[in-house]
């Protein structure tokens, strides 16, 4: 007996068998569109593509299966840039909007596009992270530039009186 993830609400479900997924089908839980995928399968794929993949796979029937033990729910590459280029922006001194700025970028197309996925994907938490060490760094610069300014105009006004 096969066992089958779907997608739903941008998350991954799963596993349930034929019998189960069937029922899903009838309720309309799972419709046409619904991503859905198994052991022996490429990609993910809608659902109502399957009949075509069967029938031109004769090894995906359900008795040439084993249970998976996970389905791979890939990362967000757009997440990781943003976490690395966020900490790069905390350690770089005098110069942190050089990398916070891009990791400010990042941190919301990387939320948009995990938002608007069919397919689920994880990195949420690392492109918050990256959005939160983007802030922080531009915020440290802007106090650096504020420091440098008031360190600027108060000598130059004991200079001049």
């Not at 990362?75 to 990781?80: H, M, Q, Y």
Request: glycine share 10%.
């Amino acid at each position: 007996m096969a066992d089958w993830y779907y997608g739903e609400n941008g998350g991954q479900l799963g596993p349930v068998d034929d019998q189960t997924l069937q029922a899903m089908v009838a309720q309309g839980r799972i419709t046409a569109q619904t991503l859905v995928w198994r052991e022996g399968m490429s990609n993910w794929q809608p659902y109502s593509a399957l009949n075509l993949i069967e029938s031109q796979s004769p090894n995906l029937g359900p008795s040439s299966f084993s249970p998976p033990i996970y389905a791979p729910v890939p990362n967000s590459g757009l997440a990781i840039a943003s976490m690395v280029c966020g900490i790069v922006s905390l350690i770089l001194c005098y110069v942190n909007a050089v990398a916070a700025i891009p990791a400010i970028i990042c941190g919301h197309m990387a939320l948009k596009k995990i938002n608007e996925s069919e397919l689920p994907m994880a990195g949420r938490g690392m492109a918050i992270a990256g959005l939160i060490t983007g802030y922080l760094g531009l915020l440290f610069q802007l106090i650096v530039i504020g420091i440098v300014c008031f360190a600027i105009f108060s000598s130059s006004s004991s200079l001049f009186p």
